[in-house]
């Protein structure tokens, strides 16, 4: 019998967590002589994945937001590479996180041991230059959209596209419900982060338009997430909090606020028209906006076209000031009042679900059962 190989696996984010819990079941049905042990959150939790390190401490966005929290980001890094050390993992796994992933990649391939990035860094969107460097540091990139396999290309083969993990979840796929159906007149989503929730939280709240009596529910990513916003809040606002993982609920929205991320692609496959708005410190916002090369931030604005950013299907507030709030709820209101411009989100969203469940004939997990056999 093979020795039993182990997997380690780093998930610094919620969107993050939930991708690499997809994974690690997948693997474990198909290999049962696997084992995984890793730095992640809630849903790795709930797999037989051995956690090792809960990463919520240290899920942060902004400069100015990872610099007060720099001790416990050094102090996690510490422990990956004590554990990596001692341990010798057979693979690492990387998922996104990429500031904090890439030292560990670094320190991964001075010891030899082979480093597969699942969910590759925004370098087609900001600081191209990197990308080089970022190969060079581990040995196989899988990534979620097909334009970044292209882009990849250029600098290395050992590149895959292997399908955006949330076409994956059935719960999600089937849970779209008629528009007129759904109870729900507006979805707040601030955010997973506890920067992102205090910057966004509130200018979210102010779009609301009290004289039309909406339904509205605020959606929490997970238990850190909700208690940041039950602090933040007045005690009558507790009431409107759902778990932003009750898919049944999110789908009962007939439209959403939300923050950049992943959660833009969830409302797309859950048919919900969407206004993204989002703020960062004042100082973090002016290094971002030097950097960044594409002109929208919102994942869903990036799929379509022929290139990057080539046809955004949604709007974007970034930074919004209080004439912009006037505009959302313009644009909020358009949403509910007018069936053909409705109906534009839901024929481009379409689309964007059919881009994203094609799959080339590697896996993520074939690809990782390739590298450990070939690396023994």
């Not at 969910?119 to 080089?132: D, G, L, M, Y």
């Amino acid at each position: 019998m093979k020795d039993k190989k182990n997997i380690f696996i780093i998930a610094g984010e919620s969107s993050g967590d939930q991708h690499a819990a997809a994974y690690i079941n997948e693997h474990l049905k198909l290999n049962t002589n696997i084992s995984f042990s890793a730095f992640g959150q809630s849903e790795i939790k709930k797999t037989n994945a051995s956690l090792i390190y809960d990463t919520e401490e240290i899920s942060v966005v902004g400069i100015i937001e990872v610099i007060s929290k720099y001790k416990k980001i050094m102090a996690a890094f510490s422990a990956a590479k004590k554990y990596i050390y001692e341990n010798k993992p057979s693979l690492i796994v990387l998922v996104d996180y990429v500031e904090f992933n890439l030292k560990v990649a670094r320190y991964a391939k001075s010891l030899g041991i082979p480093v597969l990035f699942y969910v590759a860094p925004q370098v087609w969107a900001w600081r191209e230059k990197r990308s080089k460097k970022f190969i060079e540091s581990i040995d196989y990139l899988a990534v979620i959209f097909p334009f970044e396999e292209i882009f990849f290309k250029k600098y290395t083969n050992n590149v895959s596209y292997v399908g955006h993990p949330l076409n994956n979840r059935a719960d999600l796929i089937s849970s779209a419900k008629n528009y007129q159906s759904r109870t729900i007149d507006l979805g707040i989503f601030p955010g997973s982060r506890e920067s992102e929730i205090k910057s966004n939280l509130f200018i979210m709240l102010d779009c609301i338009q009290k004289n039309k009596e909406e339904k509205i529910a605020i959606f929490y990513a997970d238990e850190t997430s909700k208690s940041i916003i039950e602090k933040l809040l007045p005690d009558e606002y507790h009431k409107y909090l759902i778990s932003g993982k009750n898919i049944n609920q999110v789908s009962n929205c007939k439209k959403a606020l939300c923050a950049s991320g992943t959660i833009t692609l969830q409302l797309a496959i859950l048919d919900i028209p969407m206004v993204i708005m989002y703020k960062l410190s004042y100082i973090s916002y002016l290094i971002m906006k030097k950097l960044i090369t594409v002109k929208y931030i919102g994942l869903v604005n990036l799929i379509l076209g022929s290139s990057i950013g080539d046809k955004p299907i949604v709007k974007e507030f970034i930074q919004p000031s209080y004439n912009d709030q006037v505009d959302i709820m313009v644009e909020l209101n358009n949403i509910d009042n007018d069936e053909n411009y409705r109906n534009e989100f839901f024929k481009n969203y379409e689309e964007i679900r059919r881009i994203l469940s094609a799959k080339p004939s590697e896996s993520l997990v074939s690809i990782a059962e390739r590298i450990i056999n070939t690396s023994e």
